[in-house]
C-alpha cells in the first residue's frame, strides 16, 4: 500500500459496517463500508464479513485494526467490559479486547460505558464513546448523538465521559411508523418541515405525558387536521421534541454540540432552537480521530509518523 498505513479503523454497529485505512496521524486513505452490520452477520461469521471488505488491506497491511460499536456487544464478536463512568480514553485504551485473524493480523476491540442514571438505572453505550473522544470537546461540555438510540453525553475533565442518558427515540419512531396503528394512516413522501416543527412544540411542552401525547399522530389523521403526508414529521417532531425537553429537565445547557448524520442533526437543531437552546456541530470525522486516538494511547500506533 501507498502513503505508508498504519491503522485500519472499523466503525462496525448494528445495521453497517464501515473501514477506513489510516496513515500517519490518523490521515484517511480510503474508506469502505457494507450492510455488514452486527445483525447482518449470518451464523456469527465475523471474520468473513470483514475479509468480504477489506481482506486485501490486511492481507497487505499486516498491521493492527481496531474496531468501535456493536461489533463489541453480547450480539457481536466478541463481547467487551463496559467501563463505568468517569470513563477515559486511556482507560477504554488500556482494556481494548484483543481477536486474533488468520494471518497474524490482530483485532482491537474498544470496550463500551455504563453509567447510573439519576433514577438509579443502568444506562450503557457503545462507540458513541469513541465519537466523542475524537470531537475535539471542551471539559464539562454537552454532545447530543441523534440516532437509532439518541445519547446525551457530559464530558468531564481531559475529556472523560462523566455521565449519559439515552433515548430510544430513532427506533421508538420506526416501530411506530412500521408496526403501530399510527402508521396505518401515514403516507412517506417529501419532508414537511412546518409538520415536525408543529411537533416539537407539542413534545417540548408535554414531554412528561408522551405516551399520551403520541396519540396525537393518530387524532391528526383521522380529523384530519394533518395530511397523511405530514404525519410521519409531525410524529418525529412529537419525539424529537420530547427528548429535548426531557433532557433539559434533567439539567442540559442552554448550548450543546450535535455529533451525527447531517440531516438527521438538522432535525434536533431546529427541536433545539424552539427550545431556547443553540447547538454547534462536531467535526464530521469524529469518528476516525477518536479510533485513531484511542489507538494512539493503547501503544498500537505513534501520533506521528
Known amino acids: 500500500m501507498s502513503n505508508n498505513p498504519t491503522l485500519i479503523a472499523l466503525d462496525w454497529g448494528t445495521s ?7 496513515g500517519p496521524g490518523g ?3 480510503d474508506r469502505r463500508s457494507a450492510a455488514g452490520g452486527v445483525m447482518a452477520v449470518p451464523e456469527h461469521r465475523f471474520e468473513a464479513a470483514l475479509r468480504s471488505l477489506c481482506g486485501d488491506w490486511i492481507d497487505a497491511h499486516r498491521g493492527p485494526l481496531l474496531a468501535s ?3 463489541g456487544s453480547r450480539q457481536g464478536w466478541v463481547e467487551a467490559p463496559y467501563l463505568p463512568c468517569p470513563a477515559t480514553r486511556d482507560a477504554a485504551a488500556a482494556r481494548l479486547v484483543a481477536v486474533p485473524l488468520a494471518g497474524g493480523a490482530t483485532l482491537h476491540i474498544v470496550p463500551g460505558l455504563v453509567c447510573t442514571g439519576a433514577d438509579g438505572q ?3 453505550m457503545r462507540g458513541e464513546e469513541t465519537q466523542l473522544w475524537g470531537a475535539g470537546l471542551a471539559d464539562g461540555e454537552v454532545c447530543v448523538l441523534p440516532g437509532t438510540h439518541s445519547k446525551w453525553a457530559w464530558t468531564g475533565v481531559g475529556g472523560a465521559v462523566e455521565r449519559f442518558q439515552t433515548y430510544m427515540t430513532g427506533e421508538l419512531h420506526a416501530v411506530l411508523v412500521q408496526h403501530s396503528i399510527l402508521g396505518r394512516l ?12 408543529d411537533g416539537a412544540r407539542l413534545g417540548l411542552a408535554e414531554h412528561a405525558h ?3 401525547l403520541i396519540f396525537a399522530a393518530r387524532t391528526a389523521g383521522l380529523m384530519a387536521t394533518r395530511g397523511a403526508d405530514e404525519l410521519p414529521d409531525f410524529l418525529s417532531g412529537l419525539l ?3 427528548e429535548v425537553g426531557s433532557a433539559r429537565q434533567r439539567g442540559a445547557p442552554a448550548a450543546v454540540t450535535l455529533l451525527g448524520e447531517a440531516a438527521l442533526c438538522d432535525r434536533y437543531a431546529v427541536a433545539l432552537q424552539l427550545a431556547g437552546m443553540t447547538a454547534r456541530a462536531a467535526p464530521a470525522d469524529a469518528t476516525t480521530r477518536g479510533q485513531w486516538r484511542v489507538a494512539v494511547a ?4 505513534k501520533e506521528t509518523a
Open 122 to 124: 443502568a444506562d450503557v
Open 69 to 71: 460499536g456493536m461489533i
Open 27 to 29: 490521515a484517511v486513505l
Open 240 to 242: 424529537i421534541g420530547a
Open 16 to 22: 453497517n459496517l464501515r473501514a477506513s485505512l489510516l
Open 186 to 197: 401515514m403516507q412517506p413522501g417529501a419532508a414537511r418541515p412546518a409538520a415536525f416543527a
Open 210 to 212: 408522551l405516551t399520551h
Open 298 to 301: 493503547a501503544g498500537l500506533v
